[in-house]
C-alpha cells in the first residue's frame, strides 16, 4: 500500500484516535489535529501534531505554506472535527460551514500534492426517514435536517460538493458507539450498573447504529481506494430496538434491569429548561430539546447497500458483539485470555 501523508482533524477525539490507530496500522503518515494541551496528549507518539483551531485565520495559513515547505504537504484530509456542543447556536454553524469553507480554500491554496477531502457528516444530515413507510434513509433520500446540528452538516456538504476542484468523499454515519465513547456507553453503562433500563422512543421504532472500529475501516477505505465525489449512508445494515442497547448491556455485565418509561413530553421540558440554565451559564449542553426530538424520532433505519457495493463494507461488528468489544476495552469488563 502506498505511504500517503494523511491529515486526520479532531484526531484527539473518540472517532479521531480511532482514526488515528488505523492510519497506523495501515503505515500511513498520519498527522493528527488539536487545539490543546488535552488533545495533544491524545495523540499517538507516532502521529504528528498539527495545530488547528476554528477560530483561525492568518497562522493556520502560514503553518499550511510552512508544512508545504518543508514535507511537500498534505495530499489527503479527513475532516473530522466539528462543533457538537457549542455554547451558543451560532457556532454550528461557524464551526462546522464557515470554517470548513475557508479550510478548504486554504488546502486547495496551499497543499500543491492535496488530492481528496474525506468529510465526516452525519445521519442528522438526512434527518430522520419516514415515520409511516418506515422506508430506509439511503444516498437519494430527500435531506429535511431538523438539528442545528444536521443543518450545519447539510450546509457544509453543499459547500463541498459546490467547490471546484476539490475530490471528495461524504460519510453520513448513523450513531457511533465503542471504545472511549464518553457520551453514549459510558452514560448508558452508569444507569444500567444501577439496574435501571430507561425508555424514551414511541412504539414501533427502529434505529441503527456503526461500531467506531467499523466506520474508521470504511474512512480510510475512501483514502485507499479509486473513489471520486460519492456520499455514503453508514451503519452496520441491522435494524434495532432502542431496547436492544439496555439489553445488551445487561446480558454482558450479568446485571437485571427493570424499564423505566419516560414521556417525549417530560424530556423536552426538562430539556428546554437545562437549555435556559446553560445559556444563562454560557456552558455548553448536550441534551437539547433538538436531542430529545432527535431520539425519539421513530425510523433511523439505514440502507447500507451503496457502501457494500462501492466500497466493500463488511462489518466486523453488530449491537450485541460491539457493546461486549467497546465494554471490554474499556475495562468494564474482563479481557478474554
Known sequence: MEKKRVLITGAGGFIGRHLQEEGLRRSHDVYGSFRNS??????????????????ERETLTDRLVKLTEETGGFEYVIHCAGVTRPERIEEFYEGNVEFTQFFINELLRTQPAFKKFV????????????????????????PKPFTPYGISKYEAEKIIMATPNLDWVIFRPTSVYGPRDTKFIHEILKIVKKG??????????????????????????????????????????????????NE?????????????????NLLLGIANI???LARIRKKPLHVSPFKIKEITSRNWRVDNTKLKTE???KPQFDLDSGILDALTEDGALPKKK
Open 119 to 142: 468529510f465526516i457528516s452525519s445521519l442528522q444530515a438526512l434527518g430522520p426517514g419516514d415515520p409511516v413507510t418506515m422506508l430506509p434513509i439511503n444516498e437519494e433520500t430527500i
Open 311 to 313: 466500497l466493500g463494507f
Open 274 to 276: 437545562r437549555l435556559i
Open 196 to 245: 435501571i433500563a430507561v425508555s424514551v422512543g414511541p412504539k414501533g421504532q427502529l434505529v441503527s447504529f456503526v461500531y467506531v472500529k467499523d466506520l474508521v475501516r470504511a474512512l480510510w477505505d475512501a483514502v485507499d481506494k479509486d473513489v471520486h465525489h460519492q456520499i455514503y449512508v453508514v451503519s452496520d445494515g441491522n435494524d434495532y430496538e432502542p431496547s436492544k442497547v
Open 38 to 55: 488535552t488533545e495533544e496528549k491524545a495523540l499517538f507518539k507516532e502521529t504528528k501534531g498539527f495545530f488547528l483551531e476554528f477560530s
Open 248 to 264: 445488551y448491556m445487561a446480558k454482558h455485565l450479568g446485571v437485571k434491569t427493570r424499564t423505566v418509561r419516560l414521556s417525549r
